[in-house]
Structures are given as C-alpha cells and as structure tokens.
C-alpha cells in the first residue's frame, strides 16, 4: 500500500516535530490531540520547527508554506479513517496508549500499520490491543526529531517482516537512519543512555564528583558532546525518572533502582532547564 497521508496523534514536544518531519518530505499529515489549545500549540511548534530550518537553509520559504498545507490539526479523530500510516505520541504511559490504539484500531482501515513512538515500553502489550498485531511496531524518534538521524524500528512480538520493512523504508524516506532492534524494556537507546544517566546521577550523589567534573569525564573521556548530567536537564529530570521506572517495574532487576538523588529532585521540582534548575541553573 503507497503511504501518502500520516497521522500523528498527539501534537506534543514529539508529536509536532514528527508532523514537521512528514509535511517536509511531502507526506499529508493529519495531527490530532485532545483540545483545540493543544493542537494550536503543536502548530506554533511546527511553524517555529520549519522557521529554524529556513534559517539553517535546509528549506525555503515556499517549502514552509507547502509543508504547512500539508497539515490538518483538529480534535476530531474523523481523520483517522483516510490515514495511510499511524505514528501514535501520546503520553508515555501504557494505559494512555493502549486506550489511543483501541481507538485507532477500530477506525484506521485494517491495512494500516500502527506505530508507537514510545521511549521505553513494550511494543507487544501495545500491539495485543488491536486486531493487527503483525501491522504494529515501535518507530521511535528522537528529540529534536528534525535534526537526530537515528529511528530506533522495533519489531514487536508478532511484527511481520513485510511491515518492519515498510517502516525502514518509511524512515529512510525522512531522511532518517532506521536502527533495527528487538522488542524489549527501553529497547536498545533509553536502556544503555538513561542507565548511563542515573549511574552519573550516582557518582554525584556518593559524592564521586561535582556535576561537572563528572560531565567533564565523559566529554573528554568518551568522546560525549554533552556530559550526561546536561543532557538529564535537557530531557527532563521527570522523564530519566520514569525511564528508570519502567525498566525497574518490567526487568525487575535492582540495576535499575532510580537513583534517590534522582527521586528526590524530582520531588522537589527540580526537572531541569524546563524549571530552571535542575542539576545546573538556568534562572540567569
Ligand atoms: N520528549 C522526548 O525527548 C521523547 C523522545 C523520544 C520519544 N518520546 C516519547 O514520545 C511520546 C510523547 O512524548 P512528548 O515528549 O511529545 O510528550 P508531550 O507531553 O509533549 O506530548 C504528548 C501529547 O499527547 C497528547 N495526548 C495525550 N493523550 C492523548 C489522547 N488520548 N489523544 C490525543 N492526544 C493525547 C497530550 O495532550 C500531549 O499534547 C512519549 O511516548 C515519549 O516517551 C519522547
């Protein structure tokens, strides 16, 4: 089946960025979420995302306009029946996405491929909700999605070859690198990265080092652009957290024990650059 028309549910940080990255290379985008607000913030973000590439010269001024003609952003979910293909980016909790892929499963065409973007849970359980396990998979993007190259694609559990080969089609389309992973807890990126995270969190909180130092160590000693305690402001202390979480909950292996440092700063508010302070400050 030729894929000219996407949807993308949920018009958040993700979901924006992905119906930016569909409308640039010519794709139809259909962009749904739960309130008329939320859909009007997701298009300032597609806007702002297409203004940024004009002044990096990656577009120009006409290509914002036709990819900005491209996208439908609305609160009704009568879209969901012309979509060709479904990226779903809601929040990163599995009832959430169980209940959006109920939905979807009922009013996409049953030869539609559903995909979730999520960051660390399962695929299978996802795709056991709908009647379409085989056309079902994982099409993770990263932030921010019009300049990270890498698509993790995860086969779930019954994800045939056919879909799974679409999908890497599909991204390479985008101007993306497709990495093929298997279905698992965090799949390959957020298990290695975010551990990686909360062990840094560690070395601070056993006093190991100062933040700085311990960024310090894995720029000049691993080649890193950014020390992971930066990058932990940059995504969000609250979202390293619940990355932990669900790897703890689903391996049930304490080598996933969040960090309490971690725990107790999300507590207390402190998430990052979206609060201004975090393991750094940003109020200046
Ligand atoms: N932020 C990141 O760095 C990042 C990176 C990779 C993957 N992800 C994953 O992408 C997904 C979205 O993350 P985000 O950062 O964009 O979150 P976000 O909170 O910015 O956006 C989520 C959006 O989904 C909408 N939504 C929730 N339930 C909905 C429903 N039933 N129907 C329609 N819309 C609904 C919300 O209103 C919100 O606008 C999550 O699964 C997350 O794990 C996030």
């Not at 006409?62 to 879209?79: F, I, M, N, P, S």
């Not at 293909?85 to 009013?107: P, Q």
């Not at 996802?126 to 009647?131: K, L």
């Not at 100062?210 to 950014?226: C, N, R, S, Y």
Request: glycine residues 8%; aromatic residues 6%.
């Amino acid at each position: 089946m030729e894929i000219n028309k996407v949807l993308v549910v949920g018009a958040g940080v993700m979901g924006s960025g992905i119906v930016q990255v569909f409308a640039q290379s010519g794709y139809g985008v259909c962009m749904i979420d739960r309130s008329s607000d939320l859909i009007a913030k997701g298009m300032a973000n597609v806007e702002k995302g297409l203004d940024k590439a004009i002044r990096k010269n990656a577009i120009s001024v006409e290509d914002k306009q036709a990819a900005l003609a491209r996208v439908t952003a609305t609160v009704d979910w009568g879209c969901a029946s012309e979509a060709d293909f479904v990226v779903e980016a809601v929040f990163e909790d599995m009832e959430v996405k169980k209940e959006s892929f109920r939905r979807l499963d009922e009013v996409c065409r049953p030869e539609v491929i559903l995909a979730s973007n999520t960051s660390s849970l399962p695929i299978t359980p996802m795709a056991a909700v709908t009647s379409r396990p085989d056309r079902f998979i994982g099409m993770h993007f990263f932030n921010p999605v019009p300049a990270m190259k890498l698509v993790e694609v995860i086969r779930g559990y019954l994800t045939s070859d056919e879909t799974n080969r679409i999908v890497v089609e599909l991204a390479r389309k985008l101007g993306k690198t497709p990495v093929e992973v298997n279905d698992a807890p965090g799949f390959a990126m957020s298990r290695i990265f975010i551990v990686m995270i909360n062990e840094a969190v560690y070395c601070l909180y056993e006093g190991v080092g100062t933040p700085q130092a311990v960024d310090e160590v894995m720029k000049l000693g691993a080649g890193h652009p950014m020390g992971p305690l930066e990058v932990a402001d940059l995504l969000g202390l609250d979202i390293v957290l619940h990355i932990m979480d669900v790897l703890h909950a689903e391996f049930k292996d304490s080598k996933y024990r969040a960090c309490p440092l971690l725990r107790k700063m999300v507590a207390a508010g402190e998430l990052g650059r979206k609060t201004g302070r975090g393991f750094y400050s940003y109020e200046a």
